[in-house]
């Protein structure tokens, strides 16, 4: 289903070449990682991360708000949030440890967001974190903590998007005019207000220029050489005709650096930015209804409303989040799970609960979950999975006729999405299947006691629950 990794010894920019890449065993074996957006507009804590975008454009709740909370952008701009971002309670290993008792087995903040202030020793930029506000090395310390956890290190780069970003700050009397600080602010290029039309067609005119996207590569190396993730993530915007050829200089010079490390790197992409073949596909928000031969991931957020932290947080349940990253992995996925801590440094307690309410069930269930792969189909059941980007509070509780399979050596795992009651039917296991020979449930000692014929097996379940929801089963034949 998935590629060998490659034997190929040098890639070169070019789509024939980059399409020799294959995704990394780790990253196909980890399944579940921890994404992490944190910078300066957690000092706001209003709306979602978007905030240094819409508290410049006039008539949004952040325009209002930022007018009555700290008076006119032309005194007091987003550039003013900056020396309120202390982190002066940021402890990596603290983070680390959280994030391996969660089950994760990789790790990626974001380096910078679309507001341009970089979270790391960027030699490109004094606007970063260790000149200005909390004043230390964000990435570099969690990379170490991370890896002296032995987890994988990764990081995200949405510098492409920030050629837009402010742009509403054009629009009236606002600091993102003042020349002096064009260096934070970028092109900041005033766009109509009603954008979504654009949007859509992915291809926005005028296009960033030569020193944007040069700008753009530079960093997104120096990130590379600087603290040697294994993956790297881009947002959408990356998908503009302008910038393929800067892609593929990228990726060819990052695979590249992979190879020399000895470690197998990756790409994460959207939409169609990328051939598929060429790094691997990620859907913001989603999920696919099918099992996708090549490795995939989901990003999504532990919120639902906001990717960083803001005072107001709608929150998904532990429950709903270990179902979809079960479905996902039987579709041959991988889960990247979004935090948003404080601008003290400090993770929400609500956020490391359900982190530690995940790494729980993992405990019991991580057999089924972790290094393995889709089996022939991805389960069954009535209840439906959208696919596609921003679905992923649409779908319905999942029901006791709800399974997932996933494969690891001899042993099938069938896993119920809510519990079946006094007896689990896998229509899908009929004696033509093959003869089913042991089946035990994780988390409850000794075997289970079955019978399986033309309508599929049927198993008697035990009287206590081995966890709190989604009951794994696992099959020998």
């Known amino acids: 289903m998935n590629k060998p990794e490659p034997k190929i010894t040098r890639y070169e920019p070019t789509w024939e070449s980059l399409k020799h890449y294959s995704a990394p065993q780790w990253y196909m074996d980890a399944k579940f990682g921890i994404f992490i957006h944190w910078g300066v507009y957690c000092v706001p804590a209003f709306g979602n991360e978007w905030y240094p975008r ?18 006119p952008q032309n005194k007091f701009g987003y550039k003013d949030f900056i020396p309120m971002f202390k982190a002066e309670k940021f402890d990596p290993a603290a983070w680390a440890d959280l994030f391996r008792k969660a089950g994760a087995r990789y790790v990626m903040p974001v380096a910078e967001h679309h507001d341009g202030f970089a979270m790391y020793d960027c030699s490109l930029s004094k606007w970063n974190s260790v000149k200005m506000g909390p004043k230390r090395d964000i990435v570099g310390e969690l990379a170490a903590a991370v890896r002296k956890e032995g987890l994988v290190f990764g990081l995200s780069s949405h510098r492409a998007e920030h050629w837009f970003f402010m742009d ?8 993102v005019q003042d020349p002096q600080y064009e260096d934070f602010y970028g092109p900041a290029w005033l766009y109509p207000t009603d954008m979504q039309s654009e949007w859509k067609s992915l291809d926005w005119k005028p296009r960033p220029h030569a020193k944007h996207l040069e700008d753009w590569l530079a960093r997104t190396c120096e990130l590379v050489d600087k603290y040697q993730p294994q993956v790297v993530w881009f947002d959408w915007w990356i998908e503009q005709t302008v910038f393929q050829p800067y892609l593929q200089r990228f990726a060819a010079y990052y695979y590249n650096r992979g190879l020399e490390w000895g470690k197998g790197v990756a790409i994460n992409y959207k939409n169609e930015s990328f051939p598929m073949e060429a790094a691997v596909y990620d859907i913001e928000r989603g999920q696919l209804s099918g099992i996708n031969p090549h490795f995939w991931q ?60 995940i790494g729980r069930w993992l405990a019991v269930n991580g057999e089924a979950i972790y290094d393995t792969r889709p089996w022939k189909v991805y389960g069954e059941g009535p209840t439906q999975v959208f696919e596609g980007g921003f679905t992923d509070t649409k779908r319905a509780a999942f029901t006791p006729q709800d399974f997932r399979f996933t494969q690891k050596g001899a042993a099938l795992y069938a896993i119920a999405l809510a519990w079946p009651g006094e007896q689990a039917i896998l229509t899908s296991l009929k004696s033509a299947e093959g003869q089913v020979k042991r089946v035990q449930m994780l988390g409850v000692d000794g075997v289970l006691s079955f019978t399986q014929d033309q309508s599929g097996v049927k198993v008697k379940l035990p009287g206590k629950k081995p966890c709190q929801y989604a009951y794994t089963l696992k099959i020998t034949f």
């Open 298 to 357: 989901t990003d999504t957020s532990i919120s639902k409303n906001s990717w960083g932290y803001v005072t107001e947080q709608d929150y998904k349940t532990a429950e709903s989040i270990v179902g979809d990253l079960v479905d996902i992995v039987s579709k041959n996925g991988a889960l990247l799970l979004n935090i948003g801590p404080k601008a003290d440094g400090t993770i929400p307690k609500p956020e490391q609960d359900i982190l530690l309410e």
């Open 54 to 71: 819409n508290m410049y454009l006039q008539g949004t709740p952040e325009f209002e708000h930022h007018l009555k909370t700290y008076g």
């Open 168 to 175: 509403g700050g054009r629009a009236f009397d606002s600091d």
